[in-house]
């Protein structure tokens, strides 16, 4: 579950299988939607599979786990290699 009170109209908290939530006499709940609430698989897991690259495993098999460090490389190495090329110019 997830709280929050940045909205206007009151405090709320978020249930990844029900909706919203209010939690103040002014606050309006908002159910889930039936499209979301009929699915196999919550969309908290499914943002999750992306986040940690699980999703690319029926792909590549095994090396899914790869793919997050191999990314954290090649950003720093195109963080770096930038770096080089500005301080070279200026």
Known sequence: MIYSRDFKTGEY?????SGMHGLTRTSVEIPMPAEISGLPMSLWNVALEIHTARIYQPLIGDFYILIVPLMGLVMMFI???????????H
């Not at 908290?13 to 299988?17: G, L, S, Y």
């Open 79 to 89: 963080l770096v290699s930038g770096f080089v090329v500005w301080y070279k110019r």
């Open 13 to 17: 908290f978020f249930d990844f299988n």
